[in-house]
């Protein structure tokens, strides 16, 4: 295997820098290159050593500082030498072609982590979490993410998977011995532990739509009539005046959106035009964009104008509330600052029809605001699967989905009492669907799609 080199730290110029090297000639080039008062090549596994690397021709790059990790005690599983020096992009450079001119191979996205996998330092599903790691964005990504590379959904599948390999083997055995009619796994407990495998299986799939949301982030669509308050909601949402706001009805156009952390969850907040019948076209288009933006959604705020709350409640109803079937709806009463506190049971039974949550705010004085933040937090349902194993990755899930269908066949084949060699080949896809999660069966193709997502240097 080649020895390969990159830089892990981000491009451009900063205070250091770090470049990787790792493979079975890493300890040999990078002490070729670096002058210190140790050879590299004596130096232990994880020792640091100052000194400058100089390039062939005699003249010093940089003074650096050096990192020897041995084999098999490093992150790829192969010697590794991490090379800190000042963040200069020409240093970097420099060290780089160094590197290169002295027979490494510049490394591919993903290509150390791809290495650590193939070398048994850690299953596909902590290599994956490795990027999720990298790339999150919030408290709660963070959370799922160093929980997965820590092991938590491997040690969820190998439970799963050892559990059904023992079966497996079972029926196997009683293959042999079929001219004899005997039977080593007993059915009554395999039954028992499918359905187990299923309850455990079918929650971690449920699990999916929220661990995509912690990922990827909340959709909350923000709408509502024309000058109702939604952009002045959207701006106290976000912090910071994103959206234009103005008396004049039809303001907004267009879908305007933007994120924001609430109590360590990633929100993606979404204004939109005001629902009302125009003849603008322009307007118009702004207006299917609102309903594509429900459509999207996972939360829904209706934000409701309480100083004209006798106009259009029907009209606006059938608008909004059928396009939230299997969302989350919240009415949101606003500019309550202007009504008095008698007007307020009453506007809220005018809408006691609609099954929903109701805050009330006002949005220009920021009352309400953190009642309504509670609320979006309780309505998106994340703190469900809060301690649980959580999917986070549209690979595992399909192959989950595969699973349960296969145990589901298993199932149906004992009731029926169908022959152990068709309950086996089921069970046998029922193992290599969770087997390609972890990476105990996987394809070269799957690996390049994976790895190939990661940055450069990791």
Same mark, same amino acid.
């Given at each position: ?37 140790? $050879?590299? =090549? ?10 400058? &690397? ?6 010093? &790059?940089? %003074? ?52 650590? #996998? ?48 023992? #079966? ?8 042999? #011995? ?6 080593? =796994?007993?059915?009554?407990? *395999? ?5 187990? &495998?299923?309850?455990? &299986? ?6 999916? %739509? ?5 990922? /990827? ?36 156009? +267009?879908? @305007? ?9 990633? #929100? ?15 307007? $118009? @288009? ?69 099954? =929903?949550?109701?805050?009330? @705010? ?20 994340? /703190? ?9 990755? *549209? ?29 086996? *080949? %089921?069970?046998? +896809? ?19 799609? @994976? ?8």
């Amino acid at each position: 295997m080649s020895t390969i080199c990159a830089i892990s730290t981000p491009a451009g110029t900063g205070g250091i820098a770090v470049i990787r090297v790792s493979g079975p000639d890493a300890v040999t080039v990078c002490g070729n290159l670096f002058h210190g008062k140790k $050879n590299l =090549a004596d130096c232990k596994s994880h020792t640091v050593h100052y000194g400058t &690397i100089t390039i062939p021709e005699g003249s010093d &790059i940089d %003074d650096c500082v050096i990192t020897v990790f041995r084999a098999p005690r490093s992150f790829t599983g192969e010697d590794t030498v991490e090379i800190a020096c000042h963040g200069s992009v020409y240093i970097q450079q420099s060290i780089i072609k160094a590197l290169l001119d002295a027979g490494c191979a510049m490394a591919q996205p993903g290509e150390f982590t791809q290495r650590a #996998f193939l070398n048994g330092k850690m299953d596909l599903t902590k290599a994956e979490a490795v990027a999720d790691l990298i790339a999150s964005t919030s408290a709660a990504a963070h959370k799922v993410a160093l929980n997965q590379m820590r092991g938590g959904f491997s040690k969820e599948l190998g439970e799963l998977r050892g559990k059904l390999l023992d #079966f497996t083997s079972l029926l196997e055995l009683e293959l042999d #011995f079929s001219e004899e009619d005997v039977e080593f =796994a007993n059915r009554r407990q *395999m039954t028992e532990l499918l359905n187990t &495998i299923q309850e455990r &299986i079918g929650r971690l799939i449920k699990s999916f %739509d929220a661990g995509n949301a912690i990922k /990827n982030g909340i959709g909350v669509a923000i709408v509502g009539e024309t000058n109702a308050g939604k952009s002045t909601l959207l701006n106290l949402l976000l912090g910071e005046e994103k959206a234009i706001v103005s008396d004049i009805h039809g303001t907004t156009r +267009d879908t @305007i959106e933007d994120t924001a952390v609430l109590d360590g969850y990633l #929100f993606r907040f979404i204004d939109t035009a005001g629902i009302r019948e125009t003849s603008d076209a322009i307007e $118009n @288009i702004g207006i299917k964009r609102s309903y594509g933006a429900i459509e999207k959604a996972d939360v829904v705020l209706w934000i409701i104008d309480s100083t004209s709350i006798n106009e259009h409640i029907d009209w606006m109803a059938s608008r909004i509330v059928p396009r939230c079937e299997g969302k989350q709806l919240i009415l949101v009463f606003n500019k309550t600052d202007l009504i008095s506190g008698d007007e307020i049971p009453v506007m809220e039974n005018l809408f006691a029809d609609i099954d =929903a949550p109701h805050v009330i @705010i006002s949005a220009k004085q920021g009352t309400g605001i953190e009642e309504l933040k509670k609320q979006i937090l309780k309505s998106a349902h994340i /703190n469900d699967y809060a301690g649980d194993v959580v999917v986070t990755n *549209m690979r595992h899930y399909e192959a989950l989905t595969t699973a349960l269908s296969a145990t589901l066949r298993v199932k149906q084949g004992l009731a029926d009492g169908i022959s152990s060699e068709f309950i086996a *080949m %089921d069970l046998h +896809d029922c193992l290599d669907a969770i087997g390609s999660i972890t990476g105990q069966i996987y394809s070269q193709d799957v690996l390049n799609n @994976i790895f190939s997502k990661f940055c450069i240097g990791k």
